[in-house]
Each structure stands twice: as C-alpha cells, then as structure tokens.
C-alpha cells in the first residue's frame, strides 16, 4: 500500500506534456557548447576505425527513430500522459547522448580534419533534434504541418516539410557521407572539395555582377539631378552608390585575377593531396585544410568590398589579406610531402601571379594611403 501511495505521489509531481518539452529542449541545447569544444575521451583500447562507424551509424539510426515517435505521438490528440512524455523523453536525452559518446570516442590521431567532419555532424544531429521539439511546443497538434508530419512518419523528412525547422540533410545522409572518409586524407579532400566550390561560386557572382553593370547607370539629366538634390541632404544615399565609377572598374580587374588565382590554387592543392597525399601524414594534411579553409572567407571578403559604394582602401586592405593567406598556404604546401619536387611545381608561379595583382591593385589605389 506504501508503494503505491509513493507511486501516485511521484505521477502528482511530473510536469505536464508540454513543459516536459521545453524542458527536454534546453537540455539538448546544453549540450551543444560540449560537442562543440569537447575532447576525445582517453581509451586503453586500441582504436578500430569499423568499429566507429557501426557504432555512429547505430546511433544515427536510434536518434533517427525516437525523434520520429516523438513526431507521431506530440502530432496528434490526444497528448501523452506525464508518464509517457517522461519516457519519450528519457529515451530521446539517452540517444542523444549516446551519439555525443561515440563522437568522444574518435581520437585525435585519427586527424583534426576527420573529427571536425564528425563533429560537424554530431552537432547538426543534435541540433536538429532540439529545433524538432522546439516546433513540436509551438505548432497546435492535427494542424496542416503536423499532419505533414504524421504522414510521412520520418522526422528528417519533417524537417523539410514544416517551416519553422531549417532544411538539414537526414542524419542517415551525412553519417554516410562521413562512413565513406576511412582516414584523414579522405577527410581533407572532403573539405578542399568544398573550399574550392565555395571559392568557384564566389568568382562567379562577381563576374555576374560586373557582366550586369551598366556604365551609364549613373548619368542622370539635368532635371533628375535637381530632383534628386535634397534626397543627399535627407540623408538618402546618392547615385553614385549604386554603380561603379571608371575607378572602380579598373581596379575590379585585378581583384577577380585574384580571385581567379585563389580557386586556381585551392583546386591545385587538392590534386596534389589527391595524387601525394598520405594517410600517415596526418599533421600535415591537418595544416593544408586549416589554412585552406582561410582563403574562402578572405575571397568574400574581399567580393562583398568591391560592390558600389566602393572604398578603395577596404579592397586594398582586404586585397592584401588574401595575398596573406594564399602565400601561406602555398608555402605549407609546398613544404609538405604532397609537393615531392617543389623547386618543379606551378606553385612559385602561382605566387608570382597573385604577387602581379596585388602589385596593380597597390598601384590603383595608392591616393587612399
């Protein structure tokens, strides 16, 4: 009699439904920041790289399974009970956190690149998996979205089909993507390739934006200019913000040679950790990614500076900046066990060219210094 008694007090103190939610959700978000600076957990045993991935794969699949019996039963009425949503929800934390464990357990000498792709990952898992309960608190049960979600029974697939969850590939497509990089080297291919794609579309938007520009967008008659003279006063941007002047598209010319360079390097470096690259060199092929990862961001930096209005000084600083990163990275390739013969390779050339554009974007903007 005592134990039920016990029992039923323990049902009188469960939260409801839907504050188990919230609650489950702010969990999930507190273990984000430890995914995202965690370390690899010390082991005595020796590592088994078939072993990892079974065990990410099982865990994908776990995590992929009770996210969608949380959709189907918080989709439709009535809602579960307190017991219920207790369970539901212990059974998510625990998937969650077995996935986060088996990140753990890849070693660092398995490679930086590799377990940044993992981790990567592992946080867009347990993103998702927070984000999916934060719109389950807040989208009405048989609504239009939710019936989305009975329908398909599948969480991923929900993710697509409701608005306010962003479109993530499925944990199954990015675990297989990342079964398919046994080593390092794999990894570091991996996120050239991607680098290298991020650069390409850069310089394609730029070449777009100089093809669309009109010269004489800018020439405005007599009448419009007295139209338009108390918009500077108001504090309303000029014409001249929104075109380029002959200035500016003299100096655009060197500043997408260099940004021609730049994709030109990233794909010359991928083919020599493609064609000389070795799975033992870890440290090294770790340092090619790192400092490749830097000259995409520096490229848009340096895109978004030559758009109209344009500061000449902000494209030369920004000009400089990239020059910087693509020095450095040529040169740690060229040091590395990917370049068996630097003195014979494209990449002194490579340095010449990139020194020729920033020595003519020097020279076109040399009145701002």
Request: proline share 6%; aromatic share 4%; glycine share 2%.
């Amino acid at each position: 009699m005592a134990s039920e008694t016990a029992s039923a007090a323990s049902v009188l103190t469960l939260a409801p439904p839907l504050e188990q939610l919230r609650h489950l959700a702010a969990e999930l978000r507190l273990l984000l920041p430890g995914v995202r600076v965690g370390e690899a957990r010390e082991s005595t045993e020796e590592f088994n790289r078939e072993v990892f991935w079974r065990r990410l794969n099982e865990a994908a699949v776990k995590v992929s399974w009770e996210a969608t019996a949380l959709t189907t039963v918080f989709s439709r009425l009535p809602l579960p009970s307190p017991q219920e949503t207790q369970r539901i929800s212990e059974q998510v934390y625990a998937a969650i956190k077995a996935i986060i464990a088996v990140y753990y357990s890849l070693p660092k000498e398995q490679g930086i690149t590799l377990r940044k792709l993992v981790r990567s990952a592992t946080l867009d898992i347990v993103d998702g998996m927070a984000q999916l309960v934060e719109v389950l608190l807040i989208t009405p049960p048989q609504s239009p979205e939710n019936s989305n979600l009975i329908s398909y029974n599948n969480v991923w697939v929900a993710c697509q089909q409701v608005p306010q969850i962003p479109k993530v590939l499925p944990a199954a497509v990015l675990l297989d993507t990342l079964k398919q990089l046994s080593d390092n080297k794999a990894a570091a291919l991996l996120m050239l390739t991607k680098s290298v794609d991020f650069v390409k579309d850069a310089h394609e938007e730029m070449e777009q934006a100089v093809e669309e520009c009109d010269p004489y967008c800018g020439l405005l008659n007599d009448s419009e200019e007295d139209n338009h003279s108390n918009e500077d006063v108001l504090g309303f941007p000029s014409n001249r913000d929104l075109y380029w002047s002959e200035e500016d598209q003299e100096l655009i010319i060197p500043c997408l040679a260099l940004v021609r360079s730049s994709k030109a390097c990233l794909k010359k470096i991928r083919i020599l950790v493609a064609e000389n690259g070795k799975k033992d060199q870890v440290a090294q092929l770790d340092d090619i990614v790192d400092i490749s990862d830097e000259i995409s961001p520096s490229v848009d930096d340096l895109a978004l500076s030559i758009y109209p209005p344009m500061c000449h000084l902000t494209v030369r600083i920004n000009s400089a900046k990239l020059v910087s990163v693509l020095r450095k990275a040529l040169e740690i390739t060229k040091a590395s066990h990917v370049t068996p013969q630097p003195e014979d390779s494209w990449i002194p050339l490579l340095i010449n060219a990139v020194d020729h554009c920033m020595n003519r974007i020097k020279e076109l903007t040399q009145s701002e210094i």
